[in-house]
């Protein structure tokens, strides 16, 4: 299947902004996450399909992953 996988923010560096992957049926988006070599740790929101999901979520066909980092502040 074919999925649109976005990063954000610090996501970015060494990395892309917008990719399409392939990918089996069934992939979670934690395995994407991983695949990326992102520490899950550093995970401020995910989404897919502009709704908010968990790396437990199964992507479907046509599906966009956008994933963007904790957001510090002060």
């Known amino acids: 299947m074919r999925v649109t996988v976005k990063l954000f923010a610090t996501f970015r560096n060494n990395r892309f ?9 069934g992939t979670m988006v934690g395995e994407i996450v991983d695949g990326l070599g992102i520490s899950r740790h550093e995970l ?3 989404l897919v399909n502009s709704r908010h999901v968990s790396v437990e979520h199964a992507l479907s066909e046509g599906d ?11």
């Open 17 to 25: 902004e917008i990719e399409d992957r392939e990918c089996p049926e």
């Open 64 to 74: 966009t992953l956008a994933l963007f980092p904790l957001v510090g502040g002060g």
């Open 44 to 46: 401020g929101i995910i």
